[in-house]
């Protein structure tokens, strides 16, 4: 069994950076992606990025360029730099750990607000 923890969320001011990370624990072996997705008030859930266990990453449209997703295998860690943060990055980010052949697994979520 899978559990992820998120952590690092807060508040900044536009222009600001934040990094969140996301601790996985149990049968870690059998994940095969782990992502970020956010969602804000009154808007459906959409990727961020994810990044698989060899390294290779994908991120949304609206963050290319300004967030950076990393991962620590050593400490069954992956990280969301988030640089140039803008208001509408303001969500609750997920992460996320998939699993193949059964459902992903969510964490709890943590807030990030971009408020000036």
């Known amino acids: 069994q899978v559990q992820v923890v998120e952590s690092g969320g807060g508040l900044v001011q536009p222009g600001g950076s934040l990094r969140l990370s996301c601790a996985a624990s149990?049968?870690?072996?059998?994940?095969?992606?782990m992502g970020w997705y956010r969602q804000a008030p009154g808007k459906q859930r959409e990727l961020v990025a994810d990044?698989?266990?060899?390294?290779?990453?994908n991120y949304g449209d609206s963050v290319k360029g300004r967030f950076t997703i990393s991962r620590d295998n050593a400490k069954n860690t992956v990280y969301l730099r988030m640089n140039s943060l803008k208001l509408e990055d303001t969500a609750v980010y997920y992460c996320?750990?998939?699993?193949?052949?059964?459902?992903?697994?969510w964490g709890q979520g943590t807030q990030v607000t971009v408020s000036s």
């Open positions: 149990g049968n870690i072996f059998s994940i095969s992606l």
């Open positions: 990044i698989t266990g060899g390294g290779s990453t």
């Open positions: 996320n750990a998939a699993i193949s052949g059964y459902p992903s697994i």
